[in-house]
């Protein structure tokens, strides 16, 4: 690992890079906060994918992707003299100290939980901070991170179940409920229980320690590895998986289901 002086020179080796991108590069030039937003947003996900897989290199990589927006907004909000990567770096650590008064104050906390609690009494104390509970969190979340934030936040002044195991007749009761409208088949109605049922579900996952979207997303990568294997296999027999009936696809699942153990 590198010492300090080895970080901040290549911090400011960063800078300077960006500083000579900004004034020469024509496509750096004409860029703005606006035109670099969805990019942005796009390279927190990769990084986030990246976490997911545990893929140390990409890790690396995408957090280079995230520090140059940071880099480049910075860099123009200078331009305009509203603000710097210093204004930045101190607005962070100022916040950074006051939200920690277990660690820069006088005040106790014990393990994680405790710590959690207390990040969000002191956030509603916060000069210009969240006015209420839930006024912190960001409309513009994927709904299923959203609904994860609303469960923690909530739960960290103290609206939670007193038993996790109890959460289990809450994911059932709403299991029955959107079967019911099923029934029913009121699309609106049906639509409202489901979202009751996930909200119900990804809550059993923050009081088990799950992080939902990671667990999705693990998902996500494990049927497309399985499904996959399925195109290969039919291709290398020569046919196409509209030719092939649902058991043998179904036993090709299971080969690949099997070889992950």
């Not at 290199?57 to 509203?82: C, P, Q, R, W």
């Not at 002044?157 to 059932?172: A, I, M, P």
């Not at 290969?232 to 046919?239: I, L, P």
Request: glycine share 4%.
């Amino acid at each position: 690992m590198h010492t300090r002086e080895e970080q901040l020179k290549a911090f400011d080796r960063l800078l300077t890079i960006m500083d000579e991108l900004r004034e020469k590069c024509p496509w750096d030039k004409k860029q703005t906060f606006e035109s670099l937003r969805q990019n942005t947003v796009e390279e927190a996900n990769e990084l986030a994918t990246a976490i997911v897989r545990k893929d140390m290199t990409e890790i690396s990589k995408e957090l280079g992707d995230v520090l140059l927006h940071v880099v480049f907004y910075a860099k123009m909000g200078s331009e305009t003299g509203n603000f710097d990567i210093a204004d930045v770096c101190n607005r962070l650590s100022e916040k950074l100290i006051f939200r920690h008064p277990h660690v820069y104050g006088d005040v106790a906390a014990q393990n994680a939980e405790e710590v959690s609690q207390l990040w969000e009494q002191v956030k509603l104390k916060e000069k210009g901070g969240n006015k209420t509970v839930l006024s912190g969190i960001s409309d513009s979340l994927p709904s299923l991170i959203k609904a994860y934030r609303i469960q923690d936040k909530v739960a960290n002044v103290g609206f939670d179940w007193e038993k996790k195991e109890d959460v289990w007749d809450k994911v059932k009761e709403e299991i029955r409920e959107f079967e019911q409208e099923v029934g029913n088949m009121d699309q609106d109605k049906m639509t409202a229980e489901f979202g009751d049922l996930m909200f119900a579900l990804i809550n059993a996952a923050r009081l088990y320690k799950i992080k939902p979207d990671n667990a999705l997303e693990k998902t996500n990568q494990k049927f497309i590895k399985r499904f996959g294997y399925i195109e290969q296999k039919a291709a290398e027999a020569g046919r196409s998986l509209q030719d092939m009936s649902l058991d043998e696809m179904e036993a090709l699942w299971q080969q690949a289901k099997g070889m992950e153990n």
